[in-house]
């Protein structure tokens, strides 16, 4: 006879309560807190033991803001335990971040939580529709982030055009028009990992500008995605590039 297993519980050295109770009253599932926990850090979570400085905090608002909103949960630690806080004092850090420190003001929803005898802050943060949101660095210069799995990206030229829905030449994004060049980078894409600028020029033997906008076009109607890493731009496959051959038939088709 076999024995029976135990069920999975997240390792934490700050075992959680049957219930975790917001300061404010309301009582909310602890599965959703344990959950988060679990997923560690990733393109729309992040962790941090305390917020130090509205600056320094303000890069990863703009990047969330920037890119699908996020989620910090403030008081814990990288290894997924838990440290008490001031929220209140917490609160005003990040409240001055996206206020001041982030242009336009990035949106920030506060739900502090009590988990045993910790104090903890769960903080959402919108996504703007008003992009590319700017922060404040060291020397007062004004610089976009955008946010790329657990990392938070100076973002280059192209990524800040995809914010702007422009095109490379600065003006609005012209409608996708899919042809034998698009679904052959797309069948390029589901063989090799990623493609860039100049490769995309070289397979098609066509201008920086016009591969550059086609990659563009394709990212937007969501064929693509956009990675940048060190200002360095590259693609891959995107959800609807995953489809199949006839993922851009949507889009306005040519020869």
Known sequence: MKKATKPHRPKSPDRLPPQLKAVSGNTVGHVAFYQ???EGEHDRQDFKETISSSRKIAKTLCAFANTRGGRLLVGVRDNGSLRHLDTEAERQMLENAGGFFCKP???LDFHPLQVGMKEVLVVQVQESQDKP???LNEVNEWEVYIRSKDQCLLASEMSIRMLRNEDPEGDAAPVLEFG???QALLDYLRINP???VPQCKA?????TVRARNMLLQLTRSGLLTLHSHEKEDFFTLGPGGNAGNESGRSARSHP
Do not use: D, L, Q, T
């Open 36 to 38: 988060w926990i679990e």
């Open 105 to 107: 003001e990035v949106a």
């Open 133 to 135: 949101v700017r922060c």
């Open 180 to 182: 034998s060049k698009e």
């Open 194 to 196: 990623r493609i860039n």
């Open 203 to 207: 397979m098609f033997n066509i201008g």
